[in-house]
Structure formats: structure tokens, C-alpha cells
């Protein structure tokens, strides 16, 4: 590689880096502190003067979290992805909310960020607002998903409590409203969630009837909120108060914090979640695996084809929030109605017994 060849992709990385840190931090003293050098030596490497060295870049990838790759040369085809490995341990599944948290609020920080998330599922961040929703869903993933060995033989009771957990997630979902989001569902992303209830249910993994309804009802106040949200447009709206049609004043109390949450319907099946950060002249991807972990890439390569995969989604799907009233009403209906349907059925399995 020639010598301005490495000077163009030293500056391409720097910006990416720049991308990321928080708007209020500049990116000199962020290299000074990182590679522990002066703010003329960083200067120097901003400018091209002088190359980063190969323990550098290392040591600003490992901090930063990102892949040189993202920025170098490499092979088309070949794409990086990072991921948090978990064990069968409810300390690791804590780990995993932890570096959640991390992201979210490092996204939070950068100013001018925004998530554009294709819904398989209901973003499991909203589920932290609803204790015994996510305390079901926790008990699911780590006894049914992660396979704890001390989870195997135990009922879920709905007034058990992941205390540890529900305090990280509660930050996740305080921290994930105030981020602007485009998010894509179907008439299929209710359904996971459904049927791991339904699952349970009819496993006799529940400890009773009334923790089953309990969970139910609670997914019913989220779809609800979430409809609230949808109505403003804003996902910091405040459930309890109610929104007069074509009332710009969303409420006092949400005026002034105003975070734009578009909601669009599909009628196309997503068969993955898929997250795209855009912010600055930089983007990177979160694809779902393993059920409700994640693996992240800033390969840019990829995040374009991403982008152009979205915008054809977007394209074909109508947009529902703030906009086409009648729409959104029968969406959320529908689901409501699906809840019902269930708790109907677990009221009558009881009934018959």
C-alpha cells in the first residue's frame, strides 16, 4: 500500500472513531488519553504526518469497539462481527444486559444518532418496563434458551424476581426511548412472544393460572403503550395522558424532549432482527442470533447493502405512527385481540378441570 493510500485510510478510520465518541469529547484529546501520547502527537496522526502503528490501531479498536476492517481493504465477502458469548449462567446473561446498556448509552452519547430496527420480535428493550412481563421473559430465555441446570425443574411464578436484572433492563428501556427509532413490524412480530406463553402454558411451566394472565396482561399494557407512542410519534409520550387528535402539543410534560419514533407496517415477513446505527458519516449492524443475543459489525461494505435492504423494506411497508389513524387502530387490535384469545383459553383449561 502506498504511502497516501495509508494516510487516506488512517483518516477514514479516525472519522469513524470520531463518529462514536461522545459529541461533547474531541477527538484529539480522546487519542491523547487512549494512546497515552501528547495533543501534539495526536495532531500529527489527524493529520497524516504521522502513521499509526499496528499496537495503536489495536489498542483504538479494542477500546472502541470496532474492527479495522470496517475501514481496510479486505477481501468482498468478508465481513467482522463481534459478539458477547454467554454461558448458562445467570451472572453471564447479567454480563450480556450489562454490555447492552454499554452500547446503548455510548449510541445515546454520540448525538445525531438514530436505530432503524426490523421487528421479528417486539424489541425486547420495552419489555424492561413491565416487571413481570420481563421477569417471564428472562425466566424463558435463561431456563428454555440458555438451559440453566438450576432453572430446569422450576414453574414460573410471576412473583419471582430477577432484581439484578430488572434494574440493568429498566436503564436499557429509559435509555433506548431517548434514542430516535425507525422501527418495522408485522403482523407476525406479536407472535414469539405469544407463543412462549402458550408454550409455557400448555407445558404446565407456569406455577398457576393467575401467573399465566399476569404475564398476558402485561404484554396487553405494552402493546398499548406502544400504541400510545405511535399515536405521537414519540416514544417518550407518556401513556397516561391523552392525546387530542391533531394536537401538535403532544403534553407539557413530554414538550421540549420531543424523540421522533417512526412505526412502520410490513407486509413482508422479517425472518431476523436487524438493527442499523446510523450516525455521522458512519453505520453499523446488530443481527440477532443465537435467539435474543446480538453480533455487531462497522464493516461499511455491509452496512450499505444493509441500508439499501431496509430502504426496500420501508419502501413496501406504510408508516402508522402519527399518520393513518384507521391503520394503526386495527394493527394493535388485532394483537390485543390475539392476547385475549389466549387468556381466554387459559381461563377456560382452568375451567374444565
Not at 56 to 63: G, M
Not at 109 to 129: L, R, S, V
Not at 242 to 271: H, K, M, P, R, W
Request: some cysteine.
Amino acid at each position: 500500500m502506498s504511502e497516501p493510500e495509508a494516510i487516506t485510510l488512517q483518516s477514514q478510520f479516525l472519522r469513524g472513531i470520531e463518529d462514536v465518541i461522545p459529541s461533547t469529547n474531541s477527538l484529539v484529546n480522546e487519542l491523547s488519553e487512549v494512546l497515552e501520547i501528547s495533543t501534539d502527537s495526536a495532531y500529527r496522526r489527524m493529520r497524516g504526518d504521522t502513521l499509526l502503528t499496528i499496537d495503536e490501531i489495536i489498542r483504538l479498536c479494542d477500546h472502541y469497539q470496532i474492527s479495522f476492517d470496517a475501514f481496510s481493504k479486505v477481501k468482498p465477502g468478508l465481513v467482522t462481527f463481534n459478539y458477547t458469548p454467554i454461558e448458562p449462567s445467570e451472572e453471564s446473561y447479567v454480563a450480556y444486559l450489562s454490555n447492552v446498556l454499554r452500547d446503548l448509552k455510548a449510541i445515546e452519547a454520540m448525538g445525531g444518532a438514530k436505530a432503524t430496527y426490523a421487528c421479528q420480535d417486539i424489541p425486547f428493550f420495552y419489555h424492561f418496563n413491565y416487571p413481570v412481563l420481563a421477569n417471564f421473559k428472562t425466566f424463558y430465555w435463561m431456563r428454555t434458551i440458555m438451559n440453566l441446570p438450576d432453572l430446569n425443574k422450576l414453574k414460573f411464578d410471576a412473583d419471582s424476581n430477577f432484581s439484578e436484572i430488572l434494574e440493568i433492563g429498566k436503564q436499557i428501556y429509559d435509555t433506548y426511548l431517548r434514542i430516535p427509532s425507525v422501527e418495522i413490524w408485522t403482523s407476525s412480530t406479536i407472535q414469539n412472544t405469544l407463543m412462549q406463553i402458550a408454550f409455557y402454558w400448555d407445558s404446565g411451566v407456569f406455577e398457576t393460572a393467575d401467573d399465566a394472565l399476569r404475564v398476558c396482561a402485561e404484554l396487553s399494557k405494552e402493546i398499548e403503550d406502544l400504541q400510545h407512542k405511535a399515536d405521537s410519534g414519540n416514544k417518550l409520550a407518556d401513556p397516561s395522558i391523552a392525546i387530542e387528535e391533531n394536537n401538535e402539543d403532544i403534553s407539557e410534560q413530554t414538550a421540549g424532549e420531543q424523540v421522533n419514533y417512526q412505526l412502520y407496517i410490513s407486509e413482508f415477513e422479517l425472518t431476523n432482527n436487524c438493527i442499523m446505527i446510523n450516525v455521522g458519516s458512519s453505520s453499523w449492524i446488530y443481527l440477532s442470533h443465537f435467539s435474543f443475543n446480538s453480533m455487531v459489525t462497522r464493516n461499511q461494505a455491509y452496512s450499505k447493502k444493509t441500508e439499501m435492504w431496509l430502504s426496500n423494506i420501508l419502501k413496501k411497508s406504510t408508516l402508522i405512527s402519527g399518520t393513518a389513524e384507521k391503520q394503526r387502530f386495527q394493527f394493535f387490535q388485532a394483537s390485543l385481540t390475539q392476547i385475549d384469545e389466549l387468556m381466554n383459553r387459559i381461563n377456560s383449561s382452568v375451567e374444565k378441570k
